[in-house]
């Protein structure tokens, strides 16, 4: 009998002749990767004009100091994001867990929450004087509570906001692996806990290793809910030097330093990737996957699902709420939204398209074609996630004047900034979808007469389509609450719902803040919602029937 080992080896071992990529490919790949590192371009220029002074700043002590901050704050977000996500996305998927549409949805939802109103709303219901200690001072007595200020605050905001990118990737991803592997594993003798560490883990470690780097390159370039909570990183140092100097060319030279970090953790990434492949060696078992009975671990699952969604989703939201019933109360009503809404739902759309479509030919050849370029040219569109917002918009200011003048200060100009900034949340989903997919699927197609065109239509999107889904979601959900791209980019007259937030928020205009901040969650909830909730089990295998041979001839 086959052991468990032999259970997860996924691919065959059979020669298969590799089709070589049309050029065509190749070279969209390339204005890919390129229009992806011009912010780092414009740094380089910048800092080969910055003088001594950049490098004495770069060089400092204070700075390794600042950069080892920023190292460890990384550190423990990566990890406990993945704590949350990876355990969320297989009891919201597998198991009998009670509302788990509802959850799923709710888990999902804290991506939406700009990362500066987590951190207004964590202070404002945890911090000194807060909701809470209000509430226990008079029953209890309690006059301060644990100073939420520090790595420990600046860890909870920022986990609130990243740990959706490992979920939503992992949950498109699990929803490709074959359940046959895990029936044929508890046949076996091995329990739910086993199996899904032994078989379905190992599967999710692509899905799992891309939510991770979105988290870990995110973290890089919050500078928001880190600067309300008074923990000192890289990207605090750089918009300090951006808002105080009158020459940026230092601030370029610190950006540049998180560029090289960002590559350094896409090494590091690259690394632990490997070169397993994690498709199937056939079609799997077109059906879902049966749930497993958590029994007597069905409520306290159910409150560790529920944790994050009150956290990152209910008290922000309530918090918000009072804010807007204080003001409301006091006869300081919300300015107008309507404009904000339309304006941040065509944009967001927009850049959920372009991303998608730009990210498409960089997963083909990640994944199809792997080599040294292939993987250069993805590396490269991880990069300006890794960048402050403000660098990538400055970087395209300096671009759209000196270069592209008629782009300047127009709409398209700020979608290339979101493509920029999110074409690694796109890139990641599909390529995690479109590894699971095995290429003698789309060979057996093309053998029988399929047209790469039909193949790519019929055989391989609907198998990559959580993944697909995946990556519209994250994208559309991120554009919805960029702020830094926004202010800077945006045409003069158009305003969004995140800086609509933002400026009211900057004068402590609190209760007009709030009607903006609860519908940028509320519309963005709407796509997140369709994307949770289509049916897993109808679209984890194509529906259409076996691939026939096309008719070449007169029927």
């Known amino acids: 009998m086959a052991n468990l080992a032999e259970l997860g080896r996924i691919q065959t071992g059979v020669a298969v002749k590799k089709q ?48 080892g901050r920023t190292a460890l704050l990384i550190a423990t977000v990566t990890f406990f994001s993945t704590l949350v996500a990876v355990p969320v996305a297989w009891l919201t998927l597998r198991t009998d867990l009670p509302f788990k549409r509802t959850l799923a949805v709710g888990a999902a939802l804290p991506l939406v929450v700009p990362s500066y109103v987590m951190a207004m709303t964590l ?25 939420i200020y520090g790595l420990g605050g600046a860890t909870l905001a920022v986990v609130l906001v990243t740990y959706p990118y490992v979920l939503l990737t992992a949950r498109g ?71 105080s100097a009158l020459d940026r060319s230092v601030a370029a030279s610190l950006a540049l330093v998180l560029a090289v970090v960002a590559v350094v953790i896409l090494i590091a990434e690259d690394f632990s990737r490997g070169h397993a492949a994690y498709h199937r060696s056939s079609a799997g078992a077109a059906r879902p996957a049966k749930n497993v009975k958590l029994g007597a671990w069905r409520w306290p699952a159910f409150m560790f699902v529920l944790l994050p969604i009150i956290v ?88 759209g004047i000196n270069i592209a003048t008629p782009l300047y200060q127009t709409v398209w100009l700020l979608l290339f900034a979101y493509v920029v900034l999110f074409l690694p949340a796109a890139v990641g989903a599909l390529r995690s979808s479109l590894v699971q997919v095995s290429p003698r699927i789309e060979e057996a197609a093309q053998a029988l007469g399929r047209t790469p065109v039909k193949i ?19 994208v559309f959900l991120m ?55 289509r049916d897993p089990a109808r679209r984890s295998m194509p529906e259409a029937g076996p691939i026939r041979p096309e008719r070449t001839g007169a029927g």
């Not at 790519?456 to 994250?474: D, E, F, K, N, Q």
């Not at 609509?500 to 901040?517: D, K, N, Y």
Request: net charge positive; hydrophobic share 55%; no cysteine.
């Open 173 to 243: 991803a699990l929803r490709r692996v074959d359940p046959a592997l895990e029936e044929a594993a508890r046949s076996m003798g091995y329990g739910p806990v086993a199996t899904f560490r032994r078989v379905t883990l190992p599967a999710l470690r692509p899905a799992i290793t891309a939510g991770v780097l979105l988290a870990a390159l995110y973290t890089l370039s919050e500078f928001g809910a880190v600067a309300l909570l008074r923990y000192e990183t890289f990207t605090a140092a750089v918009y300090a030097q951006y808002s």
């Open 123 to 147: 202070i404002e219901a945890f911090g000194p004087r807060g909701i809470l200690q209000q509430l226990l001072e008079g029953p209890i007595g309690l006059h301060r509570l644990h100073d």
């Open 312 to 399: 990152g989703l209910l008290i922000p939201l309530t918090v918000l709420g009072y804010w807007l019933a204080q003001g409301l109360a006091h006869g300081r009503g919300a300015g107008p939204v309507w404009e904000p809404v339309r304006h941040s739902v065509f944009i967001s759309l927009l850049a959920a398209l372009a991303t998608l479509v730009a990210a498409a030919p960089v997963a083909v050849l990640a994944v199809r074609h792997r080599n040294i370029l292939s993987r250069t040219i993805e590396r490269l569109t991880y990069i300006g996630f890794g960048l402050p917002g403000i660098a990538v918009a400055l970087s395209l200011v300096f671009f």
């Open 456 to 474: 790519m239509t019929s055989v391989t999107l609907p198998l990559v389509a959580p993944g697909i889904l995946s990556g519209a979601a994250m």
């Open 479 to 533: 554009t919805m609450k960029e702020l830094p791209a926004t202010l800077v980019l945006s045409p003069i007259g158009s305003e969004t719902l995140a800086t609509s937030v933002w400026s009211s928020a900057s004068e402590a205009l609190f209760a007009r803040a709030a009607l903006p901040a609860i519908l940028l969650v509320t519309v963005a909830g709407v796509p997140t919602a369709f994307f949770v909730l």
């Open 20 to 67: 070589r990529p049309h050029i065509a490919l190749w070279v969209a790949g390339g204005i890919v990767g390129t229009a992806a590192v011009l912010p780092v371009i414009y740094l380089v220029i910048r800092t080969a004009g910055a003088g001594q002074e950049a490098w004495d700043l770069v060089f400092r002590a204070r700075t390794a100091a600042v950069l």
